[in-house]
Every structure is written in C-alpha cells, then in structure tokens.
C-alpha cells in the first residue's frame, strides 16, 4: 500500500471511506504543501519529510495522531470536542462531527513547531 487511494480502498463501509476522503481532501485543500505518505500501513501528512499528523481507522473510530507533544498542548481542547484520547492519539467516533477548527490548529502548530526539525518523529 503506497497511497491514500490504496488505503482508502481497504476500507470496507462506504460512509467511512467517505468520511476519510473528506478529511483528506481538506487537509490536501488547507495545506497544500504537506505530502501524503502511507507509512506502517497507515496514512500519514508529513512536511519537508517529518511527520505531520497520521490517521487510522477501527470498527467505532478514527484514530487521530498528533504525536505526544501536540497530544499535551491540545489537550483540553481534544477534550472539549468530546473526543477520547491516550497520549499519543484522540478517537473521533463515526457518528461524531469532525473539528476541522481543531485539526486546523493542530496542523498548523506541528508544521511550525517542526520547521526546523530534520528526523521524521519528535525526540522523546
């Protein structure tokens, strides 16, 4: 699987393949410069070759991975939307609205946060 129409495909219910074409096509839209890759079978945005934001899909949820850091700074508005979260991810479940304010923001945070930083993930 190299690319988020291969992984789309995996999907097997209609309206979560829908779901997910939604929220990949605003953040190809809103960040035009962030490169979709498909890494550990996952979707992924990275920019200038570090990672972004990733994305996984289970039976009830989107799993949604900022990366810890981003995970603490955003923790009360993760919150706020409802959303369960682990430290390193926060669950969106189908039938919950997606918070593209909040993705906006936790996008723009990590590409600004990263702009110099030259290794795929975050030091621990």
Do not use: C
Not at 1 to 10: G, I, K, N, P, R
Not at 41 to 51: A, K, L, S, V
């Amino acid at each position: 699987m190299e690319t988020l129409t291969e992984y789309l495909d995996t999907l097997e219910m209609p309206e979560q393949r829908a779901r997910m074409v939604e929220i990949f096509d605003w953040i190809k839209e809103s960040f035009p410069d962030l490169v979709p890759v498909i890494k550990w079978n996952q979707p992924m945005f990275t920019d200038h070759g570090t990672f972004i934001i990733g994305f996984s899909t289970s039976k009830k949820h989107i799993s949604v991975a900022p990366e810890v850091k981003t995970m603490k700074k955003f923790e009360e508005k993760i919150a706020d939307a409802h959303y369960g979260a682990t430290s390193n991810l926060f669950r969106i479940t189908w039938i919950q609205p997606t918070n593209f304010d909040l993705l906006k923001e936790i996008i723009e945070f990590n590409v600004t946060d990263k702009q110099d930083h030259t290794k795929f993930w975050r030091e621990a």
